[in-house]
C-alpha cells in the first residue's frame, strides 16, 4: 500500500511507555502510518492541527488539560479528524464527556491489538466503536436521562439510519425528502436528546 494510502495515526497520552507500545503496534500493522506524538492535551491540539491526522488515540487522563477538553477542541478546529479514547477509566461520566466531546471510539487500554486495528480502521470510515463498558455505561446514562422527549416516528427512523452510519444527504435519498427535511429532524433529534452532536446522539441511541 502506498504511503498516500495509509490512515495517518497519532498517539496522545503523558507516559512514554505507552506511547511507545502504541507506536510499535502501528508500525506493524499494513495500511496505518504513525504521524506523530503528543504527551499532554495542550501539544495535541498544536500537532494535530500541524501533522493532519485522520485518527487521534486519546488518552483521557494527563497533566494539565485533560483528554476530554482536548478532544472538544481538535474536533472544534478539526472536525474531519476522528478521535478514539483510549484509557483505563470506564466511569459513566467519563465515556459520555468524552463522547458529548466528539469521540467516535471508547476503549479501555487492555483491548486487543485485532480491536485496537479495527476501532482506527472503523474511525477512519466515520463508524463508532465503543468497548462492551463504554457501551453499557452509555446504555444506562441514556436509561437514567430523565430530560428525553419522545421521538416522532420520522425521527426515529432517522436516528436509526444515523446509527447505520448514512449522513444526511444520503439519509434524504433513502427515504426519499429533501436535504433540509432531514436537517430539520436532525436538529429535533439532538434537541430532544439533550445532545449536541451527531455521534452523541448515535451512541444515545445504542
Do not use: C, W
Amino acid at each position: 500500500m502506498s504511503e498516500q494510502g495509509k490512515i495517518r495515526v497519532m498517539i496522545v497520552d503523558d507516559r512514554a511507555v505507552v506511547r511507545s507500545g502504541l507506536g510499535a503496534f502501528i508500525a506493524t500493522v499494513p495500511g496505518l502510518e504513525l504521524v506523530g506524538e503528543a504527551e499532554s492535551g495542550e501539544q495535541a491540539i498544536v500537532r494535530a492541527k500541524s501533522l493532519r491526522p485522520q485518527v487521534i488515540l486519546m488518552d483521557l487522563m494527563m497533566t494539565g488539560m485533560d483528554g476530554v477538553t482536548a478532544t472538544r477542541l481538535i474536533k472544534e478546529q478539526n472536525p474531519s479528524i476522528q478521535i478514539i479514547v483510549l484509557t483505563s477509566f470506564q466511569e459513566d461520566e467519563l465515556v459520555r464527556n468524552a463522547m458529548n466531546a466528539g469521540a467516535i471510539g471508547y476503549l479501555m487500554k487492555n483491548v486487543t491489538v485485532h480491536e485496537l486495528e479495527a476501532a482506527i480502521r472503523a474511525a477512519q470510515s466515520g463508524k463508532m466503536f465503543l468497548s462492551p463498558e463504554a457501551a453499557q455505561s452509555l446504555v444506562r446514562a441514556a436509561q437514567q436521562s430523565a430530560e428525553t422527549e419522545t421521538l416522532t416516528g420520522r425521527e426515529r427512523e432517522i436516528l436509526k439510519l444515523m446509527v447505520e452510519g448514512l449522513n444526511n444527504t444520503e439519509i434524504a435519498e433513502r427515504i426519499v425528502v429533501s436535504l433540509s427535511t432531514v436537517k430539520y429532524h436532525v436538529s429535533n433529534i439532538l434537541v430532544k436528546l439533550g445532545v449536541d452532536n451527531r455521534v452523541a446522539a448515535v451512541t444515545t441511541a445504542i
